[in-house]
T-cell receptor, first 116, second 116 residues
Framework: DSGVTQTPKHLITATGQRVTLRCSPR?????VYWYQQSLDQGLQFLIQ???????AKGNILERFSAQQFPDLHSELNLSSLELGDSALYFC???????????????FGPGTRLTVL | GNSVTQMEGPVTLSEEAFLTINCTYT??????LFWYVQYPGEGLQLLLK?????DKGSNKGFEATYRKETTSFHLEKGSVQVSDSAVYFC???????????????FGKGTKLSVIP
């Protein structure tokens, strides 16, 4: 158990809808990262928050947004969903705002999103 | 930019066989290298890591050596078990690349199945 929690485990929705995925980092970690895992693209970094502020952006679509709250939990909002958004979405956390030599990220169990 | 290339799977081995999963990388700075493992239905867990050239990471009988001259970090295990069946991801972080590293860059993953 990494100490990172994600809810829900599974989400099934229809095209055009909007969903929110939630992540709580390990106790003491200030950074939260979101990744999308799909069969064709592998694991893609989406976005990182550190202590409530956006720190880095990866391949995140404009239809997607995220935030980190004062209690450090984070939410990833996906809107105008398309079939291609079906994927496993992982949250990870780490103590600092950037990865120093050898720093690892701790991953949650993921949320499987299915868009029908 | 940074990238990680690992051998495509799936890989199927008999119990007690020798395992090698190849991983090569491209990085602008002096990356740290990681192997993560994803067991069925779970998130990613750190398996081992190395932070400088010629370092050997090891854990649970798995080993990988950071080879700067060949930009490789191949994963090996002398005798696999059924319980090693999982997806293995090679990854890097590059703390010295300009503004620092805020993400892990992953390979596409290699699915290993070990049969009794």
């Amino acid at each position: 158990d990494s100490g990172v929690t994600q809810t829900p485990k599974h989400l099934i929705t229809a095209t055009g809808q909007r969903v929110t995925l939630r992540c709580s980092p390990r106790s003491g970690d200030l950074s939260v990262y979101w990744y999308q895992q799909s069969l064709d693209q592998g694991l893609q970094f989406l976005i990182q928050y550190y202590n409530g502020e956006e720190r880095a952006k990866g391949n995140i679509l404009e239809r997607f947004s995220a935030q980190q709250f004062p209690d450090l939990h984070s939410e990833l909002n996906l809107s105008s969903l398309e079939l291609g958004d079906s994927a496993l979405y992982f949250c990870a956390s780490s103590p600092r705002d950037s990865l120093s030599q050898g720093d690892e990220q701790f991953f949650g169990p993921g949320t499987r999103l299915t868009v029908l | 930019g940074n990238s990680v290339t690992q051998m495509e799977g799936p890989v199927t081995l008999s119990e007690e066989a020798f395992l090698t999963i190849n991983c090569t990388y491209t990085a602008t700075g002096y990356p740290s290298l990681f192997w993560y493992v994803q067991y069925p239905g779970e998130g990613l867990q750190l398996l081992l890591k190395a932070t400088k050239a010629d370092d050997k990471g090891s854990n649970k009988g798995f080993e990988a050596t950071y080879r700067k001259e060949t930009t490789s970090f191949h994963l090996e295990k002398g005798s696999v078990q059924v319980s090693d069946s999982a997806v293995y991801f090679c990854a890097l972080s590059d703390p010295y690349s300009g503004a620092g590293s805020y993400q892990l860059t992953f390979g596409k993953g290699t699915k290993l199945s070990v049969i009794p």
